[in-house]
C-alpha cells in the first residue's frame, strides 16, 4: 500500500482488516474508498478495492437472498476423491480446473475472480475424480465456509505461480491455512501438529511453467523446498505436465481400480469398483451389493499378485487393477 495515504485512510483500511462480517468490511470499504486520494499513484490500489467492495456486495445479496436456501459452499462429494485446488489470487486455480475438467470457472487475469467454488469431475484410469476450484484465500478474510470446503478434501492441490515468487507464496498460503488449523501435509520436516490441527495430503502444483524457459527457476525452486515438499511443474496454458498431474493425483489418493467379473464372462473394464490401498475382497462385495458381503464364500482373482484365476478368502488385500470373480 503507498506510504503517503491520510491518516484516515489508513485508519479505514485497518479496520477493515480486523472486521469480521461482510456487512462491517462493506461499511469500512466504503470509507477508505471515499477517503483514498485520487491519483495516478492510487489508481491500481482503488481498482483492487472496488473490486473486492463489489464481490462482498453481491456475496452479502446473494447470502441475504437465499436465506435458509443450501450455501454455494456446500459441494456433495463426488467419484473416487475429492481433491480441492487452494492458493493466493492469480495462480491459476481456475485455469487448471477447467483445461482437467468439463466445469466452467471464470477464468481471468484479475485477482479474486472467483467468489464461490466451482466443481468438476477428472477422469483418470477410468475413475471420476472430483476437483473444486475455490475463490482466493486473503490474509484480509476467508470465509469459514470454504475453511470447511478445505477441510472436506481428500487431497489439497497447492497451487503457486512460477513466474511470482512461489516460495513466498507458498509460505504465506501455509501460514494462512495453519491460522485457521489446517496443516498440508509435508514429505520431511513436518512440523509438530497440535491435536486440533486438522493435517490434510498435499501435492504443490507449480503453474505457469508455459516453456522451457522457465525450467532453470523451477529446478531451483526445487533445490530449495522439494526435499520437504512434493511439487510437480505444469503449464494450465499449454498443457504441460497435465497427464503426470493426474496420475499423481490418483497416487496421492491412495486408490486402486477393481474389475468385477461374472462367473463365466469376461470383466467388466469401464466402470472398476474403487477401493482404498489395503481393501480387501470382502470390502469389494460390501461394494458389489449388501448382501454379497453376507453369502460371499469365495473368490477369484486375476492379477500381479496371484497366478490366474487364483481361488482367494474375503481377507485376501487386493491390488489396483486385479480382476476379482465372486462366488456366494
Known sequence: MPTNLPPECLAAEKRYRAAQTSEEKIACLEDFLATIPKHKGTDKLRADYRRRLSQLRESSQKSKKAGKHQSVFHIEKEGAGRVVLVGLPNVG????????????????????????????????????????????????????????????????LLL????????????????????????????????????????????????????????????????????????????AQNGRHLERLKQMVFDNLEIIRIYSKPPGKEPDRHAPFVLKKGGTVGDLAAKVHKDFLAKLKTARVWGSGVYEGQLVSRDYVLRDGDVVELHI
Open 160 to 235: 503457486v505461480d512460477l513466474q511470482a515468487d512461489p516460495i513466498q507464496q507458498l509460505e504465506d498460503t501455509v501460514a494462512l491455512l495453519q491460522q485457521h488449523q489446517i496443516s498440508p501435509r509435508r514429505r520431511q520436516n513436518q512440523p509438530a501438529v497440535p491435536e486440533h490441527l486438522l493435517v490434510l495430503p498435499c501435492l504443490v502444483v507449480v503453474n505457469k511453467t508455459d516453456d522451457e524457459d522457465w525450467e532453470d527457476d523451477y529446478r531451483v525452486l526445487c533445490e530449495l523446498v522439494a526435499p520437504e515438499w512434493s511439487l510437480l511443474a505444469v503449464s
Open 93 to 156: 486455480k481456475s485455469a487448471l480446473v477447467t483445461v482437467l475438467t468439463h466445469a466452467t470457472p471464470q477464468v481471468s487475469e484479475s485477482p479474486y475472480t472467483t467468489w464461490a467454488p466451482t466443481p468438476g469431475m477428472m477422469q483418470v484410469g477410468g475413475v471420476q475424480i472430483q476437483l473444486i476450484d475455490t475463490p482466493p484465500l486473503d490474509q484480509a478474510h476467508v470465509e469459514p465456509e470454504l475453511l470447511d470446503l478445505i477441510r472436506s478434501a481428500d487431497l489439497v
